[in-house]
């Protein structure tokens, strides 16, 4: 397969740890400081009362439950044996020191996780929580993974964020002095921004000490203020193509090193009012920005020995080999035509089993009853000469 023209998620993990590497989402049931009254309620403008999340932990399945069938089925479908736990579902860092301790290191005690990947907010980040997971980066992957959105204050009004700027600003530069690792998630078509604010949004991006970043489409799901705008004519989500032109400019205003973990979002099917495109990110068509090298291959991060055995890598819940977290497939790709070349094998098989039994039996067979018929007819002539004669 050709190499993507950007950095993305597959080709760092793999570089990072050498072998198939999957992304398992994790409800920890916690909540968020926008929804609890702490700073807001109601949530963000694009949330409805289920969050992001999977909504797993409401339905009484443990961590360790969800990381055992998300293994399952990640390894029957990509062949992973090493896994990122993703903390995903609202704020992840929000709630007691003990309490987030005992989640992470239940996660990290899971047979073949490498790694965290803890979403939250940047007005969720104490230094405590911060030491914590720095402690764990020191042996682990750690990925932190902060919600911005945009980088306009107006715009973080609108939406109902509950911090500016300034917040994430200072949420980033405190994980970078600790030495974690710092996703930033952001979304196009925001109500109210164009292309020069998105443009804006990837600029400021590119002067912070960051190593990924996740794009996301806003899309509208029920139960979201943003549905009521939607419904009254207020707001109005953005074509394939102009979301598709959009993802292709923000790109090339980030800095080769960034890597790219998502390039659109996967909304809950039965939750989604608009726009209806967006129901198959796979098949989305982005047009490749101009080619760039990539950074030279990290140093392996873990200090003991036994975590170096991991190797140098690969690491993702993304279905790898093309399809960072973003929605362009590859090695499923691979997989469908490993499944076709299957397919047509047996039918040749079975074309090759037809002709024998064409041959050996159906042939014979159907001369045989040929000859019976004829002796029949044969029988009943001579009858009928009998007959006459008598």
């Given at each position: 397969?050709?190499?993507?023209?950007?950095?993305?998620?597959?080709?760092?993990?793999?570089?990072?740890?050498?072998?198939?590497?999957?992304?398992?989402?994790?409800?920890?049931?916690?909540?968020?400081?926008?929804?609890?009254?702490r700073v807001g309620m109601g949530g963000c403008l694009y949330c409805?009362?289920?969050?992001?999340?999977?909504?797993?932990?409401?339905?009484?399945?443990?961590?360790?439950?969800?990381?055992?069938?998300?293994?399952a089925r990640l390894s029957r479908r990509y062949k992973a044996?090493?896994?990122?736990?993703?903390?995903?579902?609202?704020?992840?860092?929000?709630?007691?020191?003990?309490?987030?301790?005992?989640?992470?290191?239940?996660?990290?005690?899971?047979?073949?996780?490498?790694?965290?990947?803890?979403?939250?907010?940047?007005?969720?980040?104490?230094?405590?929580?911060?030491?914590?997971?720095?402690?764990?980066?020191?042996?682990?992957?750690?990925?932190?993974?902060?919600?911005?959105?945009?980088?306009?204050?107006?715009?973080?009004?609108?939406?109902?964020?509950?911090?500016?700027?300034?917040?994430?600003?200072?949420?980033?530069?405190?994980?970078?002095?600790?030495?974690?690792?710092?996703?930033?998630?952001?979304?196009?078509?925001?109500?109210?921004?164009?292309?020069?604010?998105?443009?804006?949004?990837?600029?400021?991006?590119?002067?912070?000490?960051?190593?990924?970043?996740?794009?996301?489409?806003?899309?509208?799901?029920?139960?979201?203020?943003?549905?009521?705008?939607?419904?009254?004519?207020?707001?109005?989500?953005?074509?394939?193509?102009?979301?598709?032109?959009?993802?292709?400019?923000?790109?090339?205003?980030?800095?080769?090193?960034?890597?790219?973990?998502?390039?659109?979002?996967?909304?809950?099917?039965?939750?989604?009012?608009?726009?209806?495109?967006?129901?198959?990110?796979?098949?989305?068509?982005?047009?490749?920005?101009?080619?760039?090298?990539?950074?030279?291959?990290?140093?392996?991060?873990?200090?003991?020995?036994?975590?170096?055995?991991?190797?140098?890598?690969?690491?993702?819940?993304?279905?790898?080999?093309?399809?960072?977290?973003?929605?362009?497939?590859?090695?499923?790709?691979?997989?469908?035509?490993?499944?076709?070349?299957?397919?047509?094998?047996?039918?040749?098989?079975?074309?090759?089993?037809?002709?024998?039994?064409?041959?050996?039996?159906?042939?014979?067979?159907?001369?045989?009853?040929?000859?019976?018929?004829?002796?029949?007819?044969?029988?009943?002539?001579?009858?009928?000469?009998?007959?006459?004669?008598?």
């Open positions: 397969m050709a190499a993507l023209p950007y950095y993305d998620l597959n080709t760092y993990l793999r570089r990072r740890f050498g072998v198939r590497v999957q992304k398992i989402t994790l409800d920890a049931g916690l909540t968020c400081p926008n929804r609890d009254g409805n009362a289920r969050g992001s999340g999977t909504g797993a932990w409401s339905r009484g399945l443990s961590l360790t439950r969800q990381l055992t069938e998300g293994a044996d090493r896994f990122i736990a993703y903390f995903q579902s609202f704020s992840n860092t929000y709630a007691p020191l003990e309490h987030l301790q005992a989640l992470y290191e239940e996660a990290l005690a899971f047979p073949g996780v490498v790694g965290l990947s803890v979403g939250t907010r940047p007005d969720c980040l104490s230094d405590e929580v911060l030491d914590l997971l720095a402690s764990y980066a020191r042996h682990r992957l750690v990925w932190l993974e902060l919600g911005l959105q945009s980088a306009h204050d107006e715009t973080l009004r609108l939406i109902n964020r509950g911090h500016d700027v300034a917040c994430f600003t200072r949420a980033v530069q405190a994980a970078a002095a600790r030495g974690l690792e710092t996703v930033v998630h952001v979304i196009l078509g925001l109500p109210g921004e164009g292309p020069a604010h998105q443009a804006a949004t990837a600029r400021y991006l590119a002067g912070l000490p960051l190593q990924g970043v996740k794009i996301h489409l806003l899309y509208v799901i029920q139960g979201s203020g943003l549905e009521r705008l939607y419904r009254r004519g207020e707001y109005q989500p953005l074509s394939e193509a102009a979301y598709v032109q959009a993802v292709v400019d923000f790109i090339e205003l980030l800095p080769p090193h960034l890597v790219i973990h998502r390039l659109t979002g996967d909304p809950h099917p039965q939750e989604l009012v608009a726009p209806a495109w967006c129901r198959n990110k796979a098949r989305v068509p982005l047009p490749p920005p101009p080619h760039r090298s990539l950074p030279p291959r990290p140093e392996a991060a873990f200090q003991d020995d036994s975590q170096k055995e991991e190797g140098p890598g690969d690491r993702e819940f993304l279905p790898a080999a093309g399809k960072p977290e973003c929605g362009m497939k590859s090695e499923p790709s691979k997989t469908r035509n490993h499944w076709l070349w299957w397919l047509l094998a047996g039918l040749a098989v079975s074309a090759v089993a037809g002709a024998w039994l064409l041959h050996f039996y159906i042939e014979p067979v159907s001369a045989w009853l040929g000859r019976l018929y004829e002796y029949c007819q044969e029988k009943e002539r001579i009858r009928d000469l009998v007959k006459q004669a008598g």
